[in-house]
């Protein structure tokens, strides 16, 4: 059984910092590419950031250019990261970790998927 846990949310102020944590449990790890998904009320899920098996990582366009997201994954503890900075209320969503055998960008491509975990930036 695969399973994807969240953790790392809450509610912070405009500018603050969070890292999320992804842990992984009957996942061939290095097999797998890991994604962050966002989903906001009324929005539809869109993709964040990935990492590959070896390290490689994308950063959605939207976020890229802000510089704020960074990505990270660690293999020892079969658990992958998401560090946010500078958090504005547009950040706002459930943020969902998911896996895939190759690093997609579509929700759709992605085998599973955890129960989410709630960021909240206040103005």
Do not use: H
């Amino acid at each position: 059984q695969v399973q994807l846990a969240e953790s790392g949310g809450g509610l912070v102020q405009a500018g603050d910092s969070l890292r999320l944590s992804c842990a992984a449990s009957g996942l061939p790890w290095r097999g797998y590419a890991l994604g962050w998904f966002r989903q906001a009320p009324g929005k539809e899920r869109e993709f964040v950031a990935g990492i590959n098996s070896r390290g490689g990582s994308i950063i959605s366009y939207t976020e890229s250019e802000k510089g704020r997201f960074t990505i990270s994954r660690d293999n020892v503890k079969d658990t992958v990261y998401l560090q946010m900075n500078s958090l504005k209320p547009e950040d706002t969503a459930v943020y969902y970790c998911a896996a895939a055998r190759q690093l997609y960008q579509k929700r759709e491509e992605y085998d599973f998927w955890g129960q989410g975990t709630q960021v909240t930036v206040s103005s």
